[in-house]
């Protein structure tokens, strides 16, 4: 197997976070080499009614139109500053969102409301050094085509009909997975060992599928009051 990863990722996804988070580590310890790339929730869910998306919860639709936002100021920067940017620059702006204090109260509408709120890109960028004016992205919708793109590019190496985080191992012909769906990133030889099991499993030429529906929301000083109940939200 290849040491080449192309993760694909969404700044507001819970999931998509811890998964990252854990494949930081991997890449730490082993050589690996990792190209981030945007997958917009957004963008994947624009064929599903508001009306049917509000289902979740009131805010859910508003949390996926941050998450555009994000990667647009993502698509700014890897355009001026090249893709070596963009790793450092999604830990920045989901450290944004995720490593907030948790909201008052301690029901998944009160985090859902928080995923939604409009926040300032610009501290992200300071902290990595970029200009802040990249945060005026955020609103130029000429970038969503390129999105578009890399969001239907990144699906359909998997077969369609799947979400965020988006594993490409090997890219663009290796085989690629959605997932794994974790709650707390696994660090040290746990990391590895959960690594070992998807190289593993991607080595198998015609596994597709291990899956169950119920999943233990991200454990997240956001979501820390939310950790590791069961949800079915992804």
Not at 127 to 150: H, I, K, N, Q
Not at 206 to 232: C, I, Q, Y
Request: glycine fraction near 6%.
């Amino acid at each position: 197997m290849s040491d080449h990863l192309e993760f694909f990722f969404d700044p507001i996804c819970p999931f998509c976070w811890v998964t990252s988070r854990w494949v930081v580590e991997v890449a730490e310890k082993r050589p690996l080499q990792v190209t981030w790339r945007p997958l917009s929730l957004a963008i994947l869910n624009e064929d599903i009614s508001y009306e049917e998306r509000k289902k979740a919860s009131p805010e859910y639709p508003d949390s996926h139109v941050r998450g555009l936002e994000m990667l647009r100021v993502v698509h700014a920067a890897r355009e001026a500053h090249g893709p070596e940017v963009v790793g450092d620059l999604y830990t920045a702006l989901g450290e944004l969102v995720w490593d907030a204090d948790p909201p008052e109260g301690d029901d998944f509408r009160a985090v859902m409301h928080e995923m939604a709120r409009p926040r300032d890109l610009r501290p992200a960028l300071e902290r990595v050094r970029l200009p802040t004016d990249l945060a005026d992205a955020a609103e130029d919708t000429s970038r969503d085509d390129d999105l578009r793109g890399e969001t239907q590019e990144a699906t359909e190496r998997c077969g369609g009909g799947v979400g965020t985080p988006i594993l490409s191992l090997a890219p663009p012909d290796g085989p690629a997975f959605f997932g794994p769906v974790i709650d707390a990133p696994p660090t040290g030889d746990d990391a590895l060992r959960l690594w070992d099991a998807v190289e593993t499993l991607a080595q198998w030429g015609g596994f597709a599928e291990l899956k169950r529906t119920v999943r233990s929301f991200p454990d997240t000083p956001l979501s820390s009051k939310l950790a590791r109940t069961e949800t079915t939200v992804r």
